[in-house]
C-alpha cells in the first residue's frame, strides 16, 4: 500500500516563501506523475501543480512564475516550492501519486498566507 507522507505547511505572511515535502512509501511499480493539490475553506480540491514522469510540468495559472513542482526519484519525493505567497493561496495543501497500480493521497498539510 502506497503511504504519503507530507511536511512542510504553515503560517507565514504575505510575499513569504514555503516549501513543501512529500515522501511515498510501498511504491511498487514505476511512478505516472506526482501532483499537489489545493484545497480551500468550501471549495473544491483543485490542481495547483503536476510533474510527469519525464519532468515535464503542469501549473495552475494563478501560481505560474511563484511556485514550482520538483521531484527526487531516488526518494520516491515531490516538492512544492512556494515564493511570493498571497493570502488566496491558503488552503490545506494535498500531494497525489500514481502509479500503474495505485492512486495515492497525503493526508493534507495546512497552509497559512497572512495579508
Known amino acids: 500500500q502506497v503511504r504519503l507522507l507530507e511536511s512542510g505547511g504553515g503560517l507565514v505572511q504575505a510575499g513569504g516563501s514555503l516549501r513543501l515535502s512529500c515522501q511515498a512509501s510501498?511504491?511498487?511499480?514505476?511512478?505516472?506523475?506526482m501532483a499537489w493539490y489545493r484545497q480551500a475553506p468550501g471549495n473544491q480540491r483543485d490542481l495547483v501543480a503536476l510533474?510527469?514522469?519525464?519532468?515535464?510540468?503542469n501549473y495552475a495559472d494563478s501560481v505560474k512564475g511563484r511556485f514550482t513542482i520538483s521531484r527526487d526519484n531516488a526518494k520516491n519525493s515531490v516538492y512544492l516550492q512556494m515564493n511570493s505567497l498571497k493570502p488566496e493561496d491558503t488552503g490545506v495543501y494535498y500531494c497525489?501519486?500514481?502509479?500503474?497500480?495505485?492512486?495515492?493521497w497525503g493526508q493534507g498539510t495546512q497552509v497559512t498566507v497572512s495579508s
Open positions: 510501498g511504491i511498487k511499480s514505476s511512478i505516472n506523475f
Open positions: 497525489k501519486v500514481v502509479t500503474r497500480y495505485s492512486n495515492a
Open positions: 510533474i510527469s514522469s519525464s519532468d515535464s510540468t
